[in-house]
C-alpha cells in the first residue's frame, strides 16, 4: 500500500509498525518544514523524532538533513554518519563508525550555533558505554532567537550563540536595535520601530551573525491624520512595522492608492465606496493586519435641487 494512503487512511495497526512508522514521521516531518519555510518560518534547527530504535534527521542550517545508521551502511557493521540533500535526493556517507570511536547511533544529533552538529552513540569507545562525537562540516555560526520568532516593535527577543562579547550592533532587518549582552552567548534585543520582517543580525567586531529564523515583525497603527474626510482625502497614517505594507483599508474597503513613506509612516488615499471604520494595513508578514483603534469617519456629500 502506498505510505501517503497508509497515513492518511490506515488501517492503524498497520502505521505504527516501525518499517512504515519510521518513513512516515520523516515524510510528515518534511512536508512540514518546507511548508513553514515557504512561508518565512524558518526554524534555528530541526531534531528529528526518534522511537528509540533509529535516531532522527537533523535539519541543519546549510539546507542539508544529517543523520545516522546503528548498523551498517558502510565498510563496518557499526553504523555511519550520513548527509541527505532532500530536494535532489543525494547521499553521501560522512564517517563509518569503528567501534573502538562509537557504534550504534540511537540519539539524534543536535546543531550548535558554532554550525557542529553533536551526537552520542549508544556502544563503542573506552568500556563499551558509547562515546561524544561533533562532525564539523564547515557550516557558519549562526544566531538563533529563543520563542516563537513574531512580535511588535519594542519587544524584547533572546537571542543565543557565541562570541556575543563586544557586540556593537543588532538588525531587525534595518536599523539598530538596543541590545544588552548578558553573557558571551547570550544576549536580549528591542525590536525598533523601523525593523521589518527579516532574519536578525548580530554585528561583533570580529564577526557577522544572522539567524536562522526569520523573524516576523508585526505592524502596530498608533494614530492617523485627519479622522474624517470624503473619498479622495489623503489620510498619513503612523505607528510601527510598516514596511513593506502591501494593503490599505478604509472600513474593509481596499485603497487603490497608497505609499510607504518609512516603516512608521503610510499616505493612503480614501476609495470610492469606503466604509466609516477602522483603518487596516497588511504588510508581507504573511497575512498580519494591524487596525487602527479609532474610526475613520467618511463624510458623504448630500446633492440638494435647487428651485
Do not use: C
Not at 520523516?26 to 511548508?35: C, E
Request: glycine content about 14%.
Amino acid at each position: 500500500m502506498p505510505l501517503g494512503r497508509l497515513m492518511l487512511d490506515g488501517p492503524e495497526a498497520d502505521l505504527q509498525a516501525t518499517e512504515n512508522a519510521q518513513p512516515a514521521i520523516l515524510f510528515h516531518s518534511v512536508a512540514l518544514l518546507r511548508l513553514m519555510v515557504a512561508r518565512g518560518l524558518r526554524p534555528a534547527l530541526v531534531a528529528g523524532h526518534s522511537m528509540g530504535e533509529f535516531a532522527g534527521l537533523v535539519a541543519a542550517t546549510d539546507g542539508y538533513f544529517y543523520g545516522s545508521t546503528n548498523v551498517g551502511g558502510g565498510s563496518s557493521p557499526y553504523g555511519t554518519l550520513f548527509r541527505l540533500d532532500s530536494p535532489t535526493g543525494s547521499f553521501s556517507v560522512l564517517h563509518v563508525f569503528d567501534q573502538t570511536h562509537g557504534s550504534d547511533t540511537q540519539a539524534t544529533a543536535m546543531q550548535h550555533t558554532n554550525g557542529t552538529l553533536y551526537g552520542l552513540t549508544n556502544q563503542g569507545g573506552s568500556g563499551n558505554g558509547g562515546v561524544f562525537y561533533s562532525l564539523a562540516m564547515g557550516i557558519p555560526p549562526f544566531v538563533s532567537l529563543v520563542g516563537f520568532p513574531s512580535g511588535t516593535a519594542g519587544t524584547t527577543v533572546e537571542i543565543l550563540g557565541s562570541g556575543f562579547t563586544g557586540t556593537t550592533d543588532v538588525r531587525f532587518g534595518y536599523g539598530s536595535s538596543s541590545f544588552t549582552v548578558v553573557s558571551d552567548t547570550y544576549m536580549t534585543a528591542v525590536v525598533s520601530s523601523s525593523s521589518f520582517t527579516s532574519s536578525v543580525s548580530v554585528i561583533t567586531p570580529n564577526s557577522y551573525f544572522r539567524s536562522a529564523q526569520t523573524f516576523k515583525v508585526l505592524p502596530v497603527i498608533l494614530s492617523f491624520k485627519p479622522s474624517s474626510g470624503p473619498v479622495g482625502t489623503q489620510v498619513v497614517i503612523t505607528g510601527t512595522g510598516l514596511w513593506f505594507a502591501n494593503k490599505v483599508t478604509f472600513g474593509g474597503v481596499k485603497a487603490t492608492s497608497f505609499t510607504v513613506n518609512s516603516g512608521t509612516q503610510v499616505t493612503a488615499t480614501v476609495p470610492t465606496g469606503a466604509l466609516t471604520g477602522k483603518i487596516g494595513i497588511t504588510t508581507n508578514s504573511g497575512t498580519t493586519t494591524a487596525d487602527s483603534a479609532s474610526i475613520f469617519t467618511v463624510n458623504r456629500f448630500l446633492l440638494r435641487n435647487r428651485k
